[in-house]
């Protein structure tokens, strides 16, 4: 491997470290995610493939830094990015199970029930007292990629006269369409 990158230009080996270090931090930042939400055998893949890219890395680290400081500095940029890049996926592909805590009066509740009917969301309402006025609650699970657009149209149709806790769900079983 030595013998490889050294006749490779510096700059350029510190180019192909920064870009690995990207790859192999994202993945692993998928990786946890996946193993947090369940998903075992994929992140089990996943980390293969991050130990494999990392065992590439820190070696050309070894046989090289003395040589290229500047290795050091593309090595951190690739980590920080890694990080960045892999929790911007992580977020867009939201992986796992949300549950929407809504706080809301009597008026705000109706139409809450209304639009989850319409959208075939299974609910909860349990009646409360708030700190003035009687409340309710509703409980919501749902695919967290579902979570944003949902938790916008209720916020809309409130007029964001609802309180609203948004938490991950690890596990759970049965419930109106979501038997897992």
């Known amino acids: 491997m030595s013998e490889i990158l050294s006749s490779i230009h510096p700059a350029f080996v510190c180019i192909i470290i920064c870009i690995a270090k990207i790859v192999e931090i994202s993945i692993q930042s998928l990786k946890t995610c996946m ?3 369940g998903q075992r055998l994929k992140a089990a893949g996943l980390g293969f493939l991050e130990c494999t890219i990392w065992g590439l890395v820190i070696s050309t680290m070894i046989t090289t830094l003395g040589d290229n400081l500047l290795l050091l500095l593309f090595y951190c940029i690739g980590y920080a990015s890694g990080l960045f890049i892999g929790s911007s996926i992580e977020s867009k592909i939201a992986l796992g199970t949300s549950t929407l805590e809504l706080i809301a009066n009597d008026e705000s509740t109706e139409k809450i029930v209304a639009y989850l009917k319409e959208q075939g969301k299974g609910f909860t309402v349990f009646e409360g007292r708030g700190s003035t006025d009687k409340m309710n609650m509703i409980l919501i ?9 949902a938790l916008k149209e209720i916020r809309h ?3 964001n006269k609802v309180f609203v806790v948004a938490s991950d769900v690890s596990k759970y ?5 979501l038997i897992k």
């Open 35 to 37: 193993m947090v939400k």
């Open 141 to 149: 699970v749902l695919p967290r990629k579902e979570m944003p657009k």
């Open 157 to 159: 149709l409130c007029d």
């Open 173 to 177: 079983a049965g419930g109106y369409g």
